[in-house]
DNA sequence: CGATAATTGTTATGGATCATATCAAATATC
DNA sequence: GATATTTGATATGATCCATAACAATTATCG
């Protein structure tokens, strides 16, 4: 059970209950229901965190509907683009995935002609991976998606100097926590 | 597929490999795995913000060992102790989770016997939420752990003020992205 | 060399999380 | 008072994450 989306439906009942809204007269009130109080949790970075990249993945799956990408899809693709010649293993730890859920991710972008596996000639157990020509076309295009659609917005939102300290105080405790 | 948490087994290897580097004499160099170039996945704010929060969790959980409560069930305890006399739908929702999967998650702390349901006169179809006399003592021992083992790691990792910031952008993106 | 150990990709499988449809009881609406 | 809506609950499926085990291949080491 982690944090999921928040709802809204009873934010609006709010926003028409606390229009002319009673001092809590006690009792049953008839009660529209009232906006809870986040209190402390709002100072919990974790459920922040859990929060901010849940709508980030929600509108990362959005910018790129065309191109059917998943973030992690996205990151294999980028990843095997910088590191062409490398083995399935490789890849996959690197990206924090493990080796037996990497196979039918691997599967699915094979299958869509994005990516491809090649027996290595030196080591035969191994399979060495590289983008194919239209692996190397989608990317492209999903990395205009990204800047125009996605991290622009969040320079909109952030400013540019934010994101970037943003961007560094999350690799430090991905990193260093 | 999402992100996950790295591998840090073929760094070891490569950290020993690269010592001795051969300008990479073609061929089958009998190959230590290098370290991957991550390129502009570590730019990519989605990825960073998901291993951090992974992180976070990781160390919550660690941190909260001794009372077993997961962030999800935290989160519970305190939005019901901010907020007693709501119901389920009521506390649910504003957690962003959906009500079915609400039911085992309470069940669970309800069997602890850390928070209860009572039925509500005003409304009998409702089951009002309050923290049991273990719950609040639970809770309370539970916000002194995640104070001094957890969030004041992040004060020694990142600074008192960068930690606040961190905190209004996350904020930010998860109310206004 | 040859026996044993380790690695690679894979399958099978279970757990946890998340989402939808549906239901009975209770309440609201008209 | 008939109909619609809400609440908590169950059932169920999808997705994601983790472990064990296997065949093929390679590495290790006596």
Redesign the interface.
Known sequence: ???????E??AEKASEATKGRKEAPEG?SQ?L?EA??????????????????????E??LRCMASLQL??????VL??V???PG?NQ???A??????RP?FV??LDNLESRDLCARIRS??DRRSHILVLTDKGKAVLTRA?KL?ATK??S??NE??GQA??E???G??????N??
Chains 1, 2 share one sequence.
């Open positions: 059970m982690t944090v999921s989306k928040p709802a439906k009873s049953q009660g229901a809870l109080q986040l209190g402390e949790l709002s100072e919990q970075l974790g459920y922040v965190l859990k929060r901010a990249q849940l709508k980030v993945f509108n990362f998943t973030p992690a899809q996205f990151s980028l990843l683009e910088k590191n490398r293993t490789e890849i730890s690197t990206l924090g995935i493990l859920n039918a991710l000639t030196n990395k990204v996605h991290e917005r969040l939102l952030l934010n994101r300290a943003l961007l105080m999350l690799s430090k405790i991905a260093e926590f």
